[in-house]
């Protein structure tokens, strides 16, 4: 088991950035790759970022390249999700993940999930 909880969420204005932070604890954090997703109210969860259990591979949905940032700090068991340029449609809980066991943009395959953090982006 591992549990994840996010933090760094909230209200921010349209060009404005926040840094998301998904803590780990139990099993080794490093051990596992991880993902960012993020549900809007009437819409279904969106894959947002992806990192390799080294860091060494990445990858984002279209919507957010070169806005968001995703990494890792196994020393600290701590996940990020930099995000630069907010949009409104970035408006969405921001949940991260662990252990994806299929296609790492399915939210279906993973194992461990936080609670979500709100980010809300105002015009």
């Known amino acids: 088991q591992v549990q994840l909880v996010e933090s760094g969420g909230g209200l921010v204005q349209a060009g404005g950035s926040l840094r998301l932070s998904c803590a780990a604890s139990?099993?080794?954090?490093?051990?596992?790759?991880m993902g960012w997703f993020r549900q809007a109210p009437g819409k279904e969860r969106e894959f947002v970022a992806f990192?390799?259990?080294?860091?060494?591979?990445?990858s984002y949905t279209d919507a957010v390249k070169g806005r968001f940032t995703i990494s890792r700090d196994n020393a600290k068991n701590t996940l990020y999700l930099q995000m630069n340029s907010l949009k409104p449609e970035d408006t969405a809980v921001y949940s991260c993940?662990?252990?994806?066991?299929?296609?790492?943009?399915?939210?279906?395959?993973?194992?461990?999930w936080g609670q979500g953090t709100q980010v809300t982006v105002s015009s």
């Open positions: 139990g099993r080794t954090f490093s051990n596992y790759d």
């Open positions: 993940a662990a252990n994806p066991k299929r296609a790492y943009r399915d939210p279906r395959g993973y194992d461990y």
């Open positions: 990192i390799s259990w080294s860091g060494g591979y990445t």
